[in-house]
């Protein structure tokens, strides 16, 4: 996985770390998936149309959870494309969160107040069938070194932005030596106070929680949060808890979003399920987003009137703290909207 601004550097590296080499042989290739999971053939034909809406991509570790031959395993239903995807759903559009709106610098997306989101990187280590970033322009917003200095620019001369976001794609997709530079370049605009990493990878491939990861991490003057992006508590293994121990340890505050998704984590006991894993993990859970209007993803809708009936009897199983807060993102609104 390179950024376009460091094919030219990386020429003459060491060999690639072990979480990149898991990331390029992961699968990409929807007949390969259902071989190796054991998926009748009657799928292939909805799989191929999905697949070319929105390739596939789905790496060893990550599959190494989803049971064989069982087609509703709710981490198989994240990443197995679906004829369902090539359906027109009315309200359903390309960017429904009107990020083009908001983008003063390549790379740069500023909606709130006291928060800028950088897209660190383009790719990701899995392809969610959800993703409300399946039709993002990648390729207009994955600044070269020297292209984020507007970026850079636009937060020197910002003053009342305390907060960078690493977003993309999933920034840990970037590489250690691009993310330390960037990170380097944000520490030295003093009113930044706080580095927030929105990333899926320490659960998809828990190996990119390595040295190289938490050298420029544990070192940075920054504070610290990583929001990882789990929906179901099968996606929780050993290795992942391993991973988050790693992130603590070195100072990051771990909290978790989920989408609240039909067929994957509609049910009350789920839910729970999840809270009380993600906390074993020790992480807490924070927001549960009703999906983004994303065309292509009209199937793992759950209405906001369920949504809402799930939440008040999630309550009724757990404490405060392992309760995430039920959230829509609306265009054009100063925060998160709660439901
Ligand atoms: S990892 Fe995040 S950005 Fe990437 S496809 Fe999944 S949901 Fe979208």
């Known amino acids: 996985m390179i950024v376009a601004s460091d094919k030219h550097e990386r020429f003459n590296e060491a060999p690639s770390p072990t979480w990149q080499r898991q ?3 992961a699968i990409r290739d929807p007949h390969e ?3 190796r999971l054991g998926l009748s053939e009657a799928w292939l034909p909805g799989a191929r149309k999905g697949h070319q809406l929105f390739e596939v991509c789905v790496p060893d570790a990550y599959l190494s959870r989803i049971a064989h031959a069982t087609p509703d395993d709710p981490l198989l239903r994240q990443v197995l494309p679906l004829g369902d995807e ?3 759903a009315i309200g359903y559009v390309t960017d429904p969160l009107e990020e083009a709106e908001h983008r003063p610098a ?5 909606k709130y107040a006291g928060r800028v989101l950088l897209i660190a990187s383009p790719n990701c280590a899995i392809n969610c069938r959800y993703c409300f970033r399946r039709h993002f322009p990648y390729s207009d917003n994955s600044p070269s070194r020297a292209e984020w200095q507007d970026a850079l620019q636009y937060l020197r001369d910002a003053p009342s932005i305390h907060e960078a976001i690493l977003s993309g794609g999933d920034p840990l997709a970037a590489n250690d030596r691009q993310l330390a530079w960037l990170v380097g370049e944000l520490e030295k605009i003093p009113h930044l106070k706080r580095l927030r990493i929105h990333t899926r990878l320490p659960v998809v491939i828990p190996d990119r929680v390595d040295s190289a990861l938490l050298d420029w991490l544990g070192t940075t003057r920054l504070q610290k949060v990583m929001v990882l992006h789990i929906n179901h508590a099968n996606e929780i293994d050993q290795a992942v808890i391993d991973a988050c121990t790693r992130l603590k340890a ?10 609240l998704l039909r067929g994957i984590n509609d049910e009350v006991e789920t839910l729970a399920t999840l809270s009380e894993r993600l906390f074993e993990a020790g992480v807490l859970p924070y927001y549960l ?4 209007p ?5 199937h793992f809708d759950v209405p906001d009137d369920e949504a809402r009936t799930i939440v008040t009897q999630l309550r009724e199983h757990l404490p405060g703290f392992l309760m995430p807060r039920l959230v829509r993102e609306v265009p054009g609104e100063a925060s998160k909207t709660p439901l």
Do not use: F, K, P
């Open 23 to 25: 990331l390029s042989s």
């Open 33 to 35: 998936l259902c071989q």
């Open 86 to 88: 090539a359906v027109s």
């Open 106 to 110: 390549r790379g740069l997306i500023h």
């Open 250 to 259: 070195a100072g990051v505050t771990l909290l978790n979003q989920s989408v």
């Open 289 to 292: 987003h009703v999906l983004d």
């Open 294 to 298: 994303v065309q292509g993803a009209a």
